[in-house]
């Protein structure tokens, strides 16, 4: 789909295609030099979701969502882009052969088969032990107790493996023949945020030192790869066109949503919540909660803190569905129950793998609580609402926040649930009006590697404000939730 108005007066010059591998739905925009966006695209890839809380992916089918909406986008431009731009997915893992070939399919951010191990590693004290060498919590869906379980119960796929990596670099290897990591990838577990080297400690804690052949080391910033014939075969561009590989979708997204300042924040409300602070320090606690990571920016003195707890739309469309509801009834349901829900309160937690920010519990389970026959389907709507908006605020909270706050994802489209963030956080919320930031920081970066100017166009942003009618009754509701949570973790721990 062409921006057809866009594309006679954004520049034809300098065009980088930016692509996005998410997790279900791969988009391509492409950026002209001034940053307005004169084409996109939008592919539908595979996800596996098996029987113990697996879920996985074929590399070659995501591979081949990142060649259709290449292929599109470029087809609406009058002449080549001057580069491609990857972000995606982050997490998981993602085994690949010498070649780039997957020796199993892909496993998801999202997959549960290690939830057991992590509850181990949290009661003997593992994860507390590698959070003090690297400032990164731990989740089942994470390289370390994913590579732990794969040692155990698949130990023929890490012998015929030759890289665990992520996503954006399993892809780039396809395309460009090189394996090319960025730092925001390896953040978790493993990686000292300040050396940005892998910790040997981390590694041996986990009892997969043996394994560290396999992590690539974080590439420098402002790397650049290039299409090789395969690869240009694929797209359907020139070979030897500039290709940059991250960084992964959160901090693309932060940098698309224009977080520039330390202190400043963004969440993205998307199928999972991602809260994230960007500061120019990194100060690691050894003895606080292992939860978040300080995930690597492109610069080497700025790092986020993140704070991606697995709460987010999923969440939403859960009881969307449960009250036989849509996204399109969103607006008349949380207009129709008062701030509070009438009473009605909920934990999010409805992932199978737990939760994993600000705190890490793979059993963290959901509830709805205060339910009455005189209570409608709005007032269970609007309680999941509010508990997602809570968990958004518990995580800014423990990232640091202090400056400005971004949203974007796709939550961030509903009006009022947007409100409902910005009551609940007590903060303006400035929202970008380019929905796919994670692209357009994908090639703010790659603009920058290639030493292309900056965008000249500021990016046009809507501004929501707090209402201080519903301040008194948010900090009640925040106070209440935060005291359910502790008590549910008090009662799965006692």
């Known amino acids: 789909m062409t921006d057809a108005a866009n594309a006679t007066t954004g520049s034809a010059d300098s065009v980088v295609i930016g692509v996005d591998i998410g997790t279900s739905v791969t988009k391509a925009v492409a950026f002209a030099a001034d940053g307005t966006p004169l084409a996109r695209a939008a592919r539908r890839s595979q996800l596996e979701r098996l029987p113990g809380g697996r879920v996985e992916q074929d590399l070659d089918d995501v591979v081949r969502t990142v060649a259709d909406v290449v292929r599109e986008t470029a087809s609406a431009l ?18 690949r052969d010498t070649e780039g070939r997957a020796v199993r399919p892909a496993i998801s951010w999202m997959d549960a088969r290690a939830s057991d191990l992590v509850g181990t590693w949290l009661a003997d ?9 690297t400032g990164s919590g731990m989740f089942p ?15 023929d796929a890490l012998t015929r493996a030759a890289t665990a990596g992520y996503c954006v670099d399993a892809v780039a290897q396809r395309l460009t023949g090189r394996i090319c990591l960025d730092a925001s990838d390896a953040t978790l577990p493993f990686l000292d945020p300040v050396t940005r080297t892998y910790s040997r400690e981390a590694l041996a804690a986990c009892g997969i030192a043996d394994h560290a052949r396999l992590l690539p080391p974080p590439a420098d910033p402002g790397t650049v790869l290039a299409l090789d014939r395969h690869g240009a075969g694929l797209l359907g561009l020139p ?15 932060a940098i698309g949503s224009g977080v520039r300042d330390p202190g400043d924040g963004v969440v993205i409300i998307g ?16 003895a606080a909660e292992p939860a978040g990571m300080w995930l690597c920016m492109p610069e080497q003195d700025r790092w986020l803190r993140a704070m991606p707890a697995m709460v987010g739309t999923a969440a ?5 569905t449960l009250t036989g509801r849509t996204t399109e009834d969103l607006g008349d349901l949380l207009a129709a129950s008062p701030p509070g829900a009438r009473g009605v309160t909920a934990l999010p937690f409805l992932s199978g793998a737990g939760e994993r920010a600000p705190f890490v519990d793979p059993a963290a389970r959901g509830r709805l609580d205060g339910l009455t026959l005189a209570h409608t389907p709005a007032d269970a709507v609007r309680a ?76 046009p942003v809507r501004t929501v404000l707090p209402r201080p009618s519903a301040r008194e009754s948010y900090e009640r509701g925040y106070a209440q939730y935060r005291r359910e949570l502790d008590a549910s973790r008090a009662h799965r721990t006692a």
């Open 78 to 95: 009058p002449q080549p882009p001057v580069a491609v731009a990857l972000t995606g997915q982050g997490d998981g893992l993602w085994l």
């Open 125 to 133: 004290g593992t994860i507390q032990k590698v959070y003090g060498h």
């Open 141 to 155: 869906g994470c390289h370390a107790p994913l590579l732990a379980w794969l040692q155990e119960n698949e130990p």
């Open 239 to 253: 070979e030897g066109l500039p290709l940059t590989a991250g960084p992964y979708d959160l901090p693309a997204c």
């Open 271 to 286: 199928t999972t919540l991602a809260c994230q602070v960007l500061t120019d320090q990194t100060l690691v606690d050894p």
């Open 316 to 320: 939403l469309q859960w009881a969307l």
């Open 384 to 459: 999941v609402c509010e508990a997602i908006g809570y968990a958004a605020r518990h995580c800014l909270e423990a990232a640091g926040l202090t400056g400005t706050l971004a949203a974007c994802g796709g939550g961030s489209r509903s009006g009022p649930w947007a409100q409902l963030f910005a009551d609940i956080i007590g903060r303006p919320v400035t929202i970008p009006v380019e929905e796919e930031t994670g692209a357009l920081g994908a090639t703010t970066v790659a603009r920058r590697a290639l030493g292309l100017p900056p965008s000249t166009l500021p990016q």
